[in-house]
């Protein structure tokens, strides 16, 4: 395992460049941003930089390399309720292209979909598990994983079932440590389900506590290690089903924290 962070933390008012936060935190890999026309932040400013050809994603890599940054993966989304399938699994395929010659292990992927209200679970299951088939088949031979995060859209279970549907070792989970309380799961839940298909994780901690009229809870993020979430068990957890199915899920776990000052914290329990 090592640590990382998301770029967008780092990309705020609180420092004047990504570089200049990842330095004061002492992370040295990012989760990189990739837009829907292939920008990335340049690290060093908050300027975009398109990765319009092969030729500026390797410029990008040696620039981020002469800055002492890893780029661990992609964090990217693509709406499969809208375009059309081929056009939607090139985007995809490319992304992952791009990742290859970044030297990255994993393209994080956003399950949402602008019309999952109007379609039934059926068909969102079907276009997402289609659009994903679809780019593993233009990008055969790579060894960049595609780790579908989880959200509230669907249970840990059908999650588990979507991955073990593509038959492939290249798709796995981005797992999220609270974005499945909107699907009533904490947790226990998630990591108990999704552990032996986790490729990337994202530790967010959280605190719970009784609304004032005791009729209600809220839930809320706290900074790590100060809220509920046991962090030392978990990548325990993580660990040993990854020990477990070692033959085929990539074996390294990029750690990545939600919240800039949560870094240290996390990188202690890592270690």
């Known amino acids: 395992m090592y640590l990382s962070i998301r ?11 990504p570089i200049a936060g990842l ?4 992370v040295e890999a990012v989760e990189v ?5 292939y920008q990335v932040y340049a690290m060093d400013s ?17 620039h981020l390399d002469g800055l002492g940054i890893r780029a661990c993966c992609f964090m990217t989304a693509k709406d499969f ?8 699994a090139a985007w995809v395929a490319r992304a992952i292209e791009l990742a290859d010659i970044m030297g990255m292990s994993v393209v994080r992927i956003d399950s949402a979909m602008s019309k999952e209200r109007e379609l039934d679970f059926e068909k969102r ?3 997402f598990a289609e659009g994903l088939g679809g780019a593993l088949e233009r990008t055969a031979g790579s060894k960049v994983a595609l ?13 588990a079932g979507m991955v073990q549907a593509a038959e492939s070792p290249l798709v796995g989970i981005c797992l999220d440590t609270v974005n499945s309380f909107g699907a009533l799961e904490g947790p226990r839940v998630v990591v108990g389900t999704l552990a032996p298909w986790t490729v990337s994780l994202h530790i967010k901690d959280f605190a719970i506590r009784r609304v004032g009229h005791a009729m209600g809870f809220v839930v809320e993020g706290t900074p790590a290690g100060q809220g509920r979430l046991d962090v030392p068990w978990l990548l325990e957890a993580l660990a040993r089903a990854r020990s477990i199915d070692a033959g085929n899920r990539h074996r390294q776990l990029a750690v990545i924290t939600d919240a800039a000052g949560v870094a240290r914290f996390v990188k202690v329990a890592v270690s």
């Not at 770029?7 to 460049?17: I, L, Q, R």
């Not at 309720?81 to 939607?88: M, V």
């Open 7 to 17: 770029d967008a933390m780092v990309a705020g008012d609180e420092f004047p460049s």
């Open 23 to 26: 330095r004061h935190l002492a």
């Open 33 to 37: 941003r990739l837009s829907q026309e």
């Open 46 to 62: 908050k300027e975009m930089i398109t990765l319009a050809s092969d030729e500026d994603a390797a410029a990008y890599r040696k």
């Open 81 to 88: 309720s809208t375009g059309d399938r081929e056009s939607n």
């Open 125 to 127: 299951v079907q276009l």
């Open 147 to 159: 780790g579908i995060e989880n959200h509230d859209r669907f249970t840990a279970q059908a999650l």
